[in-house]
């Protein structure tokens, strides 16, 4: 199949992509690289030692004489992105260029701003595209299990069987997200559905959980192609963080009571599932949704799985309870469908103890490259304007195989649950007296 990748210098888009081209499938790229440049604004970097794309896409032609096709620009630009349907004519768009970190959402309204505006108008330009131009295009677009948020009824895929004064219809589940980043995606989804009714457009919604693990078969290939690994309190995800935080010394920061309960797949699940939402399309007019992950875990529970693998491989952890700078609830009932991509073919990795020791190896291996500047929460949810302030850079205690049990100096503040609300409190009553200053393109441009 001819496959675009939108997206695919990102973390879920660039092995994606790989998996996509391996399989023979003639793929092709669409990024501007903001995710780069919001690692310069926030002042972080992945983990792992990521290439150029244009470094990562010659080595992958040079070991399987496979080309993937890019086109850079940016999906909010109408005029660059009807080019590059025209130019390609993909049979399925896969989308994922868009901003995905609820705490950069949530930084103020600059970035709140952003985000909506870069999502919203990204995948309506894909819509508007994809009607004028191929219109039997299949859109399969990335959405999130966050649209759901955390009733207290089980949590269906997609839609809901209502009785209401005595009749009955099938209808969107009632949506509840929890951010403005969350709120760009059920924004998304209302705009997909309408366009798959009015204009026959055929389109799945892949309500994601969270994902992790940075190596594919592809991607283990070689350094030259490796995956982000993101571990900062902005883009770094709760397992990423977990993983690097007990191979530094660093208490493992649950926020709050730890019952906040999520979906969670494997990246070799989440390209797999893109795959068999490629091949099996939706029909004309459908707007399909899959609930796209495969366990259950509480946050408290994800802490106890890292500290006793960690534990196992000789290091000593802590678990320690910040006070929750998002606005989400601790402790619920959760309890969501996920069936439709098993019947289509799914075979799940789950996280076994295997993975999790490589996810902890990755984290040793790259320790040279940890910053725990970057860790401490500083996005307070309630305030409508949070500045982050850069911290000195700190790295990771060197010798940690020698003295698995040595706690870094100064972390005494970390196991203080008072820290967190405290320092928001600071971040938010001094964020008049320092003015923002972002690149273009970034919240404050005249796209925003
Ligand atoms: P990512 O930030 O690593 O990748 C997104 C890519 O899109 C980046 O390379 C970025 O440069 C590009 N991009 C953003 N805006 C663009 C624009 N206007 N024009 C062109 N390119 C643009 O994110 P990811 O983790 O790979 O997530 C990909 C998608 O999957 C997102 O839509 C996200 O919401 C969704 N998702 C991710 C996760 C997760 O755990 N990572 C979970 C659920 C859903
Ligand atoms: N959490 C902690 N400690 C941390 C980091 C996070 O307790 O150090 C908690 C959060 O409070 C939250 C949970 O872990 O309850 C998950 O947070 P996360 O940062 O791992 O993931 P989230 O913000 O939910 O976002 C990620 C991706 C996003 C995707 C979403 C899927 O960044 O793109 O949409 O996962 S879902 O969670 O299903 O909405």
């Known amino acids: ?122 995948t309506l330009n894909l819509l508007f595209a994809i009607r004028e131009f191929n219109p039997q295009c299949h859109l399969v677009k990335l959405g999130t299990m966050g649209e759901y948020g955390t009733p207290n009824i089980d949590i269906e895929e997609g839609y809901l069987t209502v009785e209401h004064n005595g009749r009955r219809d099938v209808l969107p589940y009632p949506k509840q997200p929890g951010s403005f980043y969350h709120l760009s995606k059920v924004h998304d989804s209302h705009n997909i559905m309408f366009t798959c009714r009015a204009w026959g457009l055929r389109a799945t919604d892949l309500n994601q959980g969270v994902v992790f693990g940075t190596m594919t078969d592809e991607v283990a290939l070689d350094e030259g192609l490796i995956n982000r690994f993101d571990y900062d309190e902005v883009f770094g995800t709760v397992l990423n963080r977990f993983c690097v935080q007990a191979v530094t010394g660093k208490p493992l920061t649950v926020y709050g009571k730890g019952g906040q309960t999520r979906g969670f797949l494997d990246i070799r699940d989440t390209v797999r599932c893109v795959e068999i939402a490629c091949l099996n399309p939706a029909l004309e007019g459908e707007f399909r949704v899959f609930n796209q992950f495969t366990e259950q875990f509480s946050v408290l529970e994800l802490a106890h799985l890292v500290k006793t693998a960690a534990e196992k491989l000789g290091f000593g952890v802590e678990i320690s309870h910040l006070a929750d700078p998002r606005v989400e609830a601790e402790e619920h009932y959760y309890n969501a469908k996920h069936s439709k991509l098993i019947e289509l073919g799914l075979e799940p990795h789950l996280l076994s103890d295997s993975l999790l020791d490589s996810l902890i190896n990755i984290a040793v291996k790259y320790r040279d490259r940890i910053d725990l500047s970057s860790m401490a929460p500083q996005i307070n949810w309630r305030k409508p304007r949070n500045e982050r302030r850069p911290q000195p850079a700190q790295t990771a205690p060197l010798g940690l195989s020698e003295e698995p049990f040595a706690r870094p100096e100064g972390l005494g503040e970390w196991s203080d649950p008072r820290w967190v609300a405290e320092d928001c409190e600071t971040a938010g009553a001094q964020s008049n007296t320092r003015p923002r200053s972002v690149p273009r393109a970034f919240p404050g441009s005249a796209r925003g």
């Open 1 to 122: 199949m001819k496959i675009g990748v939108l997206g695919g210098d990102g973390y879920c888009g660039w092995a994606t992509a790989l998996y996509l081209s391996a399989r023979g499938h003639s793929v092709s790229i669409v990024d501007n690289f903001l995710r780069r440049q919001w690692d310069h604004e926030l002042g972080v970097q992945t983990l792992t030692p990521i290439q150029p794309l244009s470094d990562r896409l010659k080595v992958w032609h040079g070991l399987t004489a496979k080309q993937i096709e890019l086109f850079v620009g940016d999906v909010t630009d109408y005029e660059f992105l009807s080019s590059y349907l025209q130019t390609f004519e993909p049979e399925a768009v896969v989308h994922f260029a868009e901003q995905r970190s609820a705490p950069y959402s949530m930084i103020d309204r600059k970035h709140a701003v952003f985000t909506q505006v870069n999502n919203l108008v990204g």
